[in-house]
């Protein structure tokens, strides 16, 4: 699909090397998921065995299994392991639009609200953008179950910067 001469005057410059951009590749779900999963070696993510699963433009699920690395003592998944979830799949998500060799994400404020109970099984996180301006991105993510039954639902604030200079 080419884009219109008369429509691309209407947008900025860097605008219209986006629009480019998005018909001429379009979203590779296959590279967003390997790019996501290959963050997840050697920290937190990979600790509890976050795996991440569908992509696609505005969204991104992960899943997490239930089991006594997650627990709290009472043998139910920690809250802090859903939040876990929660902030890795809604950073990941920013991740996607942004040019991670020009810019980092940095989650600035998360909130969640623990919904249901779960003691065994997996978990799955899906992140949906609420607002994605040039450097704040509000993500809800909502995490259920294999029923599709709500555990948690969570809203993650991430701020955008410029990438540091290594050493720094």
Not at 31 to 45: D, G, H, R, S, V
Not at 65 to 85: C, D, E, I, Y
Request: hydrophobic share 40%.
């Amino acid at each position: 699909m080419k884009l219109d001469i008369s429509v691309k005057q209407n947008f900025s410059h860097r605008k219209s090397l986006i629009l480019q951009k998005k018909y001429q590749m379009g979203f590779d779900k296959e590279k967003a998921l390997e790019m996501c999963n290959n963050f997840c070696k050697n920290t937190l993510m990979q600790t509890l065995e976050i795996e991440y699963i569908d992509a696609g433009e505005g969204f991104l699920v992960a899943k997490m299994p239930v089991n006594s690395r997650v627990h709290q003592p009472m043998g139910l998944l920690h809250g802090g392991a859903t939040v876990a979830l929660a902030e890795s799949v809604g950073s990941a998500a920013s991740l996607l639009f942004v040019n991670p060799q020009e810019s980092e994400v940095r989650g600035i404020e998360i909130s969640a609200n623990h919904l249901k109970a779960k003691r065994d099984g997996m978990v799955f996180g899906t992140a949906k953008i609420i607002h994605k301006g040039r450097s704040i991105h509000l993500w809800e993510i909502r995490i259920t179950d294999e029923s599709d039954n709500l555990i948690s639902i969570c809203k993650l604030s991430n701020m955008i910067l410029p990438k540091r200079k290594s050493g720094l």
